[in-house]
């Protein structure tokens, strides 16, 4: 009975929450942004969380003008699902509207080869690639093990030997994926005007100055501060109500 009604009131929330996506975007149609973006975040209550809704968010803030929500819903869509093109395209037009300009610092030599190497996959694609190789090694190993013939031995030998280096190979991409994932933690700044401090207390010295919808990284929390580093590998520190961590 119990799973039932559970399954009766899974039912129910995915039917609501279809039915309010279809009548935000409905309103959007109809250039109603702020009563569109009521109803996707309705929906966001309900932990109904989707790359799709976050983009039509992201969409319905860019036509208000307001930077900053439009920036971070894009952003969220991508944590969704990093190969949504039309999120990217939109994201770089609604970064055009931010102020701030902050070269990123390029990494150079045999690490940013590495990375680039890594990044072509998320960890959980590179686990996949990991559980691929390892089946392929298997059916080498029964193949080289039941094999008669010396040649076809030796093929099998040496195949198992490439494919345990692919493997080595997926497994550590994967270990590097997933530490970088869960040190990435992105956030946007939603203050109009922020002075980024020294240190966290508001006494301190003016370190420099932040404008909405420009993307950080929290590197460290202290109450209700967080120490932030910038693209150009500036640091200081902000109020927290200052930005929107976006995982």
């Not at 009975?1 to 959007?28: C, H, P, R």
């Not at 932040?210 to 993307?215: A, N, V």
């Not at 950080?216 to 520190?237: F, M, P, S």
Request: proline share 2%.
């Amino acid at each position: 009975m119990k799973n039932i009604l559970y399954i009766f009131l899974l039912f129910t929330q995915v039917f609501w929450a279809q039915s309010a996506f279809d009548k935000g975007n409905e309103l959007y149609k109809n250039d109603k942004f702020s009563e569109a973006i009521k109803e996707y975040e309705s929906i966001l209550r309900t932990q109904n969380h989707s790359a799709e809704v976050y983009f039509n968010l992201g969409n319905s803030y860019y036509k208000l003008n307001q930077v900053a929500p439009s920036i971070y819903n894009y952003e969220k869509a991508l944590q969704l699902n990093p190969g949504y093109e039309e999120a990217k395209n939109n994201l770089k037009f609604a970064q055009n509207m931010t102020i701030d300009e902050i070269k990123a610092v390029e990494k150079i030599g045999f690490g940013r080869t590495i990375e680039n190497f890594t990044s072509m996959h998320s960890y959980d694609e590179w686990a996949k690639i990991t559980v691929g190789f390892s089946i392929v090694f298997l059916l080498f190993f029964i193949a080289y093990y039941f094999s008669s013939k010396t040649l076809l031995k030796r093929i099998f030998f040496v195949g198992m030997f490439l494919i345990l280096i692919g493997l080595i190979i997926s497994v550590s991409c994967a270990i590097s994926e997933k530490s970088r994932f869960d040190n990435d933690k992105p956030a946007i700044i939603f203050a109009e005007r922020i002075e980024v401090k020294s240190e966290p207390k508001e006494t301190s010295n003016e370190a420099f100055i932040l404008h909405e919808g420009t993307k950080v990284q929290v590197i460290e929390a202290k109450k209700d501060w967080r120490k932030i580093q910038l693209a150009d590998e500036r640091i200081g520190w902000v109020n927290k109500e200052a930005l929107k961590e976006i995982k």
